[in-house]
């Protein structure tokens, strides 16, 4: 009896496990089943999500994009013009260029060409229009020095010199194509010149303001070397002993005239920056620019020289006992040939230390 009743609850127990067995099996299947759907799900809600981020980001740079468009970055001081500016920029040119023809510095075609050249000068920078105001009032002053020597001396001499628009432009055409250059670069303004942070527009600076210390040097040597000269001048070329007035003659006191000229050119340049620019003590050092005013003052008058002695004729007119610079019957030749006058000389010399200048000064600016 009581091993049939032990056989039956051997039968029992092996049943129940086997339904335990069964329904834990049933039971791992569905975790699996519910766990793969809830895998396929966050699968996709994640690329939903990547694809969403992506289409954000390419939206955000597609308005990036043309936010750059329409607000192209200026890289220097683009701003709007002051009334004030506009109005300095037109009546100090007109009042210095009228009181010029009053003084026969100016005649009406040169005053009509002084005016545009003061006008792009001053609206583009205060540094170029001091540069530029210096030039202008000290080359004036000096020109009609002595002039009752001068007239004995030179066969072309006016009273006050009274430039024509040729002469004004000759002077003044390349520091004016460059100031038009320097404002579709950063905009009208005053900048450091730094070329660590501004190369082009510390190029256009630079190349502008050996344009003029150029012409000023030149005029400067002219003007005191023919009235002031300790010792007959010298050809640029042979050395030779040539009379006062020759093309491409140099003297002592008319070389350090040329560097004193481009000198005060960039102490004018230096002062204005200190007085018009902000923030110069984030800058690299500005007062090299005096320096280099020199230079362009003394290598512009001695380029000017040797374009004169080899590309502009000089003659001795025996009857006048004054040095000529075109051809006459009674003329005996000293130097040059008959290629250039006197104002492409001035215009050659200033393209070529603009272009000059700027490479120099890059290679010794002290840096920061």
């Known amino acids: ?56 980001a390419e939206h955000d740079c597609d308005a990036k994009d043309q936010f750059r468009v329409s607000n192209p970055p200026t890289g220097g001081t683009l701003q709007p013009v002051s009334p004030w500016r506009w109005l300095f920029s037109i009546l100090i ?83 004016t194509e460059l100031a038009l250059l320097y404002m579709i670069e950063t905009g009208p303004g005053e900048i450091p010149v730094d070329f660590g942070k501004q190369y082009s527009a510390t190029w256009m600076c630079l190349a502008l303001l050996g344009a003029l210390a150029c012409c000023t040097g030149d005029t400067w040597a002219s003007e005191i070397g023919t009235v002031v000269n300790l010792h007959p001048p010298r050809l640029i070329t042979t050395w030779k002993k ?18 004193s000229g481009g000198l005060v050119v960039g102490l004018a340049y230096y002062f204005s920056q200190l007085i018009f620019v902000k923030d110069l003590y984030l800058a690299a050092p500005q007062w090299p620019v005096v320096v280099y005013g020199g230079i362009a003052g003394l290598l512009g008058s ?3 020289s040797f374009l004169g002695a080899t590309m502009q004729y000089s003659g001795y007119e025996e009857s006048t006992g004054r040095v000529v610079s075109h051809q006459t019957n009674n003329s005996k030749r000293i130097s040059g040939k008959p290629i250039l006058d006197n104002n492409a000389v001035n ?11 700027p490479g120099i000064a890059w290679g010794f600016w002290p840096r920061q």
């Not at 007035?245 to 070389?255: A, E, H, R, S």
């Not at 215009?347 to 200048?357: E, H, P």
Request: glycine content about 10%; aromatic content about 8%; some cysteine.
């Open 93 to 175: 040119p007109l009042i210095l260029t009228s009181h010029a023809i009053k003084k026969k510095s100016l005649d009406h075609t040169g005053a009509l060409g002084a005016l545009i050249v003061g006008f792009i000068l001053t609206v583009a920078n205060m540094s170029f229009f001091s540069a530029l105001i210096t030039f202008f009032l000290t080359s004036s002053k000096l020109t009609k020095w002595r002039g009752n020597v001068k007239r004995k001396i030179d066969s072309e001499y006016k009273e006050g010199g009274q430039r024509n628009w040729v002469q004004v432009f000759c002077n003044g055409g390349v520091p």
């Open 347 to 357: 215009l050659f010399s200033s393209i070529l230390i603009a272009l000059i200048l």
């Open 242 to 259: 040539v009379p006062v007035g020759t093309n491409g003659g140099i003297t002592l006191v008319g070389v350090i005239a040329s560097f």
């Open 1 to 56: 009896m009581l091993r049939a009743i032990r056989a039956e609850v051997l039968v029992l127990e092996r049943k129940a496990l086997a339904a335990l067995k069964a329904f834990r099996s049933t039971t791992g299947q569905r975790n699996a089943g519910i766990s793969s759907r809830r895998g396929t799900a966050e699968t996709v809600s994640t690329a939903d999500s990547v694809q969403h981020a992506e289409g954000s």
């Open 302 to 304: 001695m380029l000017d």
